[in-house]
């Protein structure tokens, strides 16, 4: 079962399209790791200043490798300045289901 793990994101107002750009610069540093199966980041529609930063890993334990190493506190230190609170959540992906375009080949 792929191991999933979500970011909630508060930045500070004014600093979101900075935020935005650095994220997607140091975004290797994630999707380079060869545990990632992916990540991908969000705006909250609802909320000014949240974002969910969502990655998929192969599972728990090499994912729990990737946030204690080097390139991890490098990556974290660089978005850092950006943010006023967060949080973390982790889970298990259970079922997937693919949507309409996924299934047609479109």
């Given at each position: 079962?792929?191991?999933?793990?979500?970011?909630?994101?508060?930045?500070?107002?004014?600093?979101?399209?900075?935020?935005?750009?650095?994220?997607?610069?140091?975004?290797?540093?994630?999707?380079?790791?060869?545990?990632?199966?992916?990540?991908?980041?969000?705006?909250?529609?609802?909320?000014?200043?949240?974002?969910?930063?969502?990655?998929?890993?192969?599972?728990e334990?090499?994912?729990?490798?990737f946030?204690?190493?080097?390139?991890?506190?490098?990556?974290?230190?660089r978005?850092?300045?950006f943010?006023?609170?967060?949080?973390?959540?982790?889970?298990?992906?259970?079922?997937?289901?693919?949507?309409?375009?996924?299934?047609?080949?479109?």
């Open positions: 079962m792929v191991f999933r793990v979500q970011l909630r994101m508060e930045i500070k107002p004014g600093h979101e399209a900075d935020f935005e750009r650095v994220w997607r610069e140091i975004g290797d540093a994630v999707t380079g790791h060869p545990a990632n199966l992916g990540q991908w980041l969000a705006r909250s529609l609802e909320e000014p200043g949240i974002y969910y930063i969502t990655s998929d890993w192969v599972d334990p090499r994912f729990r490798d946030e204690t190493s080097e390139g991890h506190l490098r990556h974290r230190t978005l850092h300045p943010r006023s609170g967060g949080s973390m959540t982790t889970m298990t992906v259970v079922a997937a289901l693919g949507g309409g375009r996924s299934r047609s080949g479109r």
